[in-house]
């Protein structure tokens, strides 16, 4: 049995988790699940969204396989419920996970957009605690890493709630690959803005683990192409974002500073380092030059994820050996579940026992410092059988969706966007059409 440590995992929220936490005066304004005909609606000051079938796939044949909007009655009980959770991952070998936010976005920033502030913190803070009080206990010890989210719109107010969490236990920090996308200052900045989150999580010694499209941003390669297009480079952003982290000069002032990228693949990272170092290089007497060049910055504060990547992981010499972790990405589609012994068993042929010892789980449990659970509650020879009476299936086309909810006058047609199917928003003109188009009635 391969012992696996996945870095990258989704919890999709249950529909009680805002709603049992914040005071009573949000408890409308804050997520809350609304039924309207045969959806199932997030709801939160005055915004609905749905959850987009490919975030909760796990378990289902690829023929099965839709962009439509899901219910919790579609999904495996995994998805939102930590003991089915634990089930699940246990029969993979999978002994550790650390699971990102579904409808906070993958970096948290759902709540940056919120018009009340006061708000968006309580909504972070229930989203921590429900991690940290219910769905990490409610597996074996060592099965769940105490992953949290933030307040990225004030970083001083995030530092304390990042202590906050660190005295509950907390072992890693979600946060954004990139901020400006949504208004936020760059990392680039010289005045120290983002320094409170890098210092306390330097200090304290957890991670930083950036997911790709956590930002919000997806370059447009055509927009004729198929979704199915933009999933392909999907690698992309984060393959931009960690360019730009290298050369942002944080990881200068924080030089022993962790952070994971997530989803944005491996087998990129040999030919973006050097053209890096060598742009450095070239450019040096007039654009400056950092100490270390981007490749050695990189094999020192940055650690890469892959789900399912051969050639990627050929190239670990080129990479860094101690610099790859795993994922098993459950329960998006690129999940190896309910195969991930099968799928590991492919991926490490060939490759050296210390490789794969270091890329399977013990790089992860140093860089996090967490001790997986015991290898013998795995139950990998058990086949693994769906919970009786799942799938209750129910479908609407996304682009057929209307809703007469409130969004400042902006367009309610709901669009693909992130991890959720969302509405426009765009300024409506007085023939009813918004900015993209989109007829209103």
């Not at 999709?12 to 699940?33: C, F, G």
């Not at 973006?272 to 094999?299: C, M, N, T, Y």
Request: aromatic letters at 10%; charged letters at 25%; glycine letters at 8%.
């Amino acid at each position: 049995m391969y012992k696996i440590f996945s870095v990258d995992d989704h919890i999709i929220e249950p529909a009680n988790l805002w709603a049992d936490r914040v005071s009573k005066k949000y408890r409308e304004l804050a997520p809350h699940v609304v039924h309207d005909g045969s959806n199932e609606f997030w709801e939160y000051e005055n915004q609905r969204a749905l959850t987009m079938g490919l975030n909760a796939v796990a378990g289902r044949p690829r023929d099965e396989w839709a962009m439509e909007p899901t219910r919790f009655s579609d999904m495996l009980p995994g998805c939102y419920d930590p003991k089915e959770r634990a089930r699940d991952l246990l029969s993979q070998g999978v002994l550790a996970s650390a699971a990102f936010p579904t409808l906070p976005r993958f970096g948290g920033m759902l709540f940056n957009s919120f018009k009340d502030k006061d708000l968006a913190y309580e909504c972070v803070k229930a989203w921590n605690d429900y991690v940290l009080d219910e769905w990490c206990p409610a597996g074996p010890p060592g099965l769940f890493v105490p992953m949290i989210i933030t307040a990225t719109w004030d970083p001083v107010l995030g530092e304390q709630e990042i202590k906050r969490c660190l005295d509950k236990g907390a072992k890693a920090l979600c946060f954004v690959e990139n901020p400006v996308p949504d208004g936020l200052p760059s990392f680039h900045v010289k005045d120290g803005h983002w320094d409170p989150i890098w210092r306390v999580c330097d200090e304290a010694g957890i991670p930083i683990c950036m997911h790709t499209l956590s930002s919000g941003y997806k370059p447009i390669i055509d927009p004729e192409a198929s979704y199915t297009t933009n999933i392909a480079a999907g690698n992309v952003t984060g393959m931009l974002a960690a360019i730009n982290m290298l050369l942002s000069g944080v990881c200068e002032r924080f030089p022993t500073i962790k952070m994971c990228w997530s989803e944005a693949g491996i087998g990129w990272i040999p030919s973006v380092l050097e053209r890096a170092d060598r742009q450095i290089d070239r450019h040096q007497f007039w654009g400056g030059r950092p100490k270390l060049k981007p490749s050695e910055i990189f094999r020192r504060n940055m650690f890469a994820c892959m789900v399912d990547e051969p050639i990627g992981l050929s190239l670990w010499e080129l990479i860094g050996a101690d610099n790859i972790l795993c994922e098993t990405d459950y329960p998006h589609a690129d999940t190896s579940f309910p195969k991930t012994q099968k799928v590991y068993a492919e991926l490490f042929a060939g490759i050296p026992d210390h490789v794969i010892e270091k890329v399977s789980h013990t790089n992860a449990e140093r860089i996090f410092d967490w001790q997986m659970a015991d290898p013998a509650l795995a139950t990998i020879n058990t086949p693994w059988i769906p919970p009786t009476g799942w799938p209750e299936r129910h479908t609407t086309t996304a682009t057929n969706l209307t809703t007469t909810a409130s969004t400042d006058n902006g367009c309610r047609t709901f669009i693909k966007g992130g991890p959720l199917i969302e509405q426009c928003r765009k300024p409506i003109g007085p023939d009813g059409r918004c900015e993209a188009g989109h007829q209103n009635t």
